[in-house]
């Protein structure tokens, strides 16, 4: 299977979908949750797709009220736009790495396997985590384990990675791994190993840039009454999302107006949902899976 959708009957029942609106999946992967949408729509609903990975075009559904975009959902306003579309009834996000990627030894996602250092979900992209690791400079190196790994030996990973790379490029991940061993302790290893491979590849793919320049498209572009569900991983992706639901900002409080009246493009749809421990059993990979809704006022 390219990807075993998280949430999926949660995450589209949340878009609380209508016949005939437009929806947007913009992380289309194996199209698990594409097609749960196709299901619900009639002949006059229309979903758009976007996914930057060309892997994930293999999977394009075959239905005249479906498109796939081979872009990333940064540029969501723009390529609606070019399709003229410029109000929706829904968007879906499942932010992270597809089990595709993960599973593609040779993409250098996963901790499992030893492949070239490249972390790229788009393999247009210049930048991979070769250029990450070996031509940063310390003070962006540190800062991108200790922003995005959340590592507290960024400081001292980054030197050493620092001194190591001078001798000799680092050009594999069990190179890196050697390169970081002494703080890889034999119970940790994976857990700490696994947060230096997300700082790199959040950097490499400017995950929480994307995420920011997608969120503050979308109310402009949902019609009143629209839906937005969207499934992160980890606390730096699902802080930018609950942020923006509360106040329509990452920082700082909600605006107001000049009655003291809080102003904020979306109001929260029920509690925080996360996976039960059956979807777990049958996919470790929802461990970490929280789901929040959204609904345009």
């Keep these: 299977m390219y990807h075993n959708p998280v949430l999926l009957k949660e995450s589209v029942d949340g878009l609380n979908i209508k016949k005939d609106g437009i929806y947007v999946d913009v992380t289309f992967g194996g199209g698990g949750h594409s097609n749960e949408i196709l299901k619900r729509l009639g002949d006059g609903g229309k979903l758009f797709a976007f996914d930057q990975d060309e892997d994930a075009l293999e999977n394009a559904i075959d239905d005249d009220r479906f498109t796939l ?3 990333n959902y940064r540029y969501i306003k723009q390529f609606l736009k070019f399709y003229g579309i410029r109000k929706v009834d829904g968007i879906l996000a499942d932010f992270g790495v597809s089990s595709h990627q ?3 030894a040779e993409r250098g996602f996963s901790t499992r396997f030893d492949a070239d250092l490249d972390m790229r979900m788009n393999q247009r992209n210049p930048i991979s985590a070769y250029e990450v690791v070996n031509e940063y400079s310390y003070d962006d190196l540190r800062r991108v384990l200790f922003e995005y790994g959340e590592l507290r030996n960024a400081n001292a990973m980054a030197k050493t990675i620092e001194e190591v790379r001078v001798k000799a490029p680092i050009k594999t991940t069990a190179e890196l791994k050697a390169v970081l061993k002494r ?9 700490i190993l696994a947060q230096v491979y997300q700082a790199i590849r959040i950097e490499v793919n400017q995950e929480i840039a994307a995420i920011k320049e997608f969120l503050l498209q979308i109310p402009d ?4 009454g629209g839906r937005i569900s969207m499934i992160s991983y980890h606390s730096l992706e699902d802080r ?3 942020r923006f639901i509360r106040s329509g900002k990452f920082e700082g409080e909600a605006e107001q107006d000049f009655y003291g009246n809080v102003k904020v493009p979306f109001k929260k749809v029920g509690p925080l949902v996360v996976p039960t421990k059956e979807e777990i059993a049958a996919n470790n990979r929802a461990r970490s899976a929280k789901l929040r809704i959204a609904e345009r006022i």
């Design 69 to 71: 975009i081979n872009e």
């Design 102 to 104: 993960f599973d593609q």
């Design 183 to 191: 703080f890889l302790p034999g119970a940790k290893e994976h857990k």
């Design 221 to 224: 572009l949902m019609e009143v």
């Design 240 to 242: 930018l999302v609950k």
